[in-house]
């Protein structure tokens, strides 16, 4: 039986990310970043928050963010988020594009020729 408590880890973080980009990033390739959802493991030791890019294509080849970029980004939100989150260990952030608006748009588009 899986338990509640990632979904609620999820939905904070999920909330908490949102701000600490728009609040304290500097790098403007990181600016207009939408986290559209984060899933965490059971072991809430690892999570994928799952980003868009606003303005920009939904096609990832064209708006992907350099993982380099990524990579030390989710060291920073890490960091302030062990000191926002009253949890004992925060889990690991990878960031990954969301190409469920693309599959969503590709289904529009299908049933449009019905």
Known sequence: MSSIRPQKIADVLRKEISLIISQDTKDPRLKNI???AVKV?????SAVAY???VGKSIDSDKSKIDDAV?????GMVRTKLSKIMMIRRVPK???KFDE??????NIENLLKKI
């Open 34 to 36: 939408n986290i559209t």
């Open 93 to 95: 952030i990878h960031f």
């Open 70 to 74: 990524l990579r030390k980004f989710s």
């Open 100 to 105: 469920s608006i693309k599959y969503s748009k």
């Open 51 to 53: 980003y868009s890019i």
């Open 41 to 45: 493991s059971n072991d809430i030791s």
